[in-house]
């Protein structure tokens, strides 16, 4: 599990799902156990705090996670989402309360053993990707559970989960991975990631334990980094942030970043 460690330092893969002051809607993390924290982020709570006038639009941005999520009234809803290319964003009702997982960037193949690229860009039910996680959820987690409590739950099981597997590292990917947290993204991912794979074992390894390329993932490391650096409105408009992470003109970094977002980062960071 050490092996993973230096993933947590350097990388938080937050989701500015909804804003402090909105009082029909809550959004909550639970920090998972010190044996876990290097393949778990965050367990995560969506809900409602009262029935909507209307659909509620989630927006999901790009965060290079893995993540299984569930419905805490009928826990026998369960899925899981794969990486993201860019920001998704759909409808999930007047009233909802969704308990999720966010899995550190490859810690999912690295517990479950699944192509994380037969995962992108798509939710899928969670018992076509893994039978024996979405009966443990159907099964264990009561609709009556606290998130506290289902947290509680998650925890022993995907510590469990840790300690049954033998997990393989391969450390050609785990340093190419590490360059790219200590570049925050910003690197030329054929050049400057010489950890003895050729581009093309770097491009099939990569989409096995993330589900994308390295130049891909490494833009969205680069927009959370942004994200994760939280600049004001006036700083954007001086701004030097952009040029620090490879963007020549403020164009370009508008609309990488609405790629990833969904909106400017001026709309984003009011």
Excluded at 38 to 46: D, E, G, S
Excluded at 143 to 166: C, H
């Amino acid at each position: 599990m050490n092996e993973l460690n230096f993933i947590r330092e350097y990388y938080q893969p937050i989701q500015p799902a909804v804003s402090a002051n909105d009082n029909e809607i809550s959004y909550h993390e639970i920090q998972p156990n010190k044996e876990i924290e290097n393949f778990v982020y965050c367990f995560w709570q969506l809900k409602t705090q009262k029935v909507l006038s209307k659909d509620y639009d989630y927006r999901v941005v790009s965060d290079g996670c893995i993540d299984v999520f569930f419905n805490r009234k009928q826990p026998t809803e369960n899925f899981v989402m794969g990486f993201s290319r860019k920001f998704v964003q759909f409808p999930i009702g007047k009233e909802f309360d969704y308990i999720g997982i966010r899995f550190m960037p490859s810690a999912f193949t690295h517990l479950f053993g699944v192509n994380a690229k037969d995962l992108s860009n798509q939710s899928q039910e969670l018992n076509k990707i893994s039978l024996n996680f979405s009966e443990w959820i159907n099964s264990e987690i009561s609709p009556s559970d606290s998130f506290n409590r289902i947290a509680e739950k998650l925890n022993k099981k995907i510590i469990g989960l840790s300690k049954k597997r033998e997990i393989h590292y391969d450390h050609r990917f785990l340093d190419a991975l590490l360059l790219i947290f200590q570049k925050n993204g910003f690197l030329d991912t054929e050049k400057d990631l010489n950890t003895g794979l050729s581009p093309r074992q770097l491009r099939r390894i990569f989409n096995f334990y993330i589900g994308t390329t390295a130049k891909s993932f490494s833009n969205v490391v680069r927009f959370q980094y942004i994200l994760n650096a939280k600049p004001s409105t006036q700083s954007l408009k001086e701004n030097k942030l952009y040029f620090d992470v490879g963007f020549f003109d403020q164009a370009h970094f508008i609309k990488n970043f609405k790629t990833f977002y969904g909106v400017t980062p001026s709309e984003a960071f009011r």
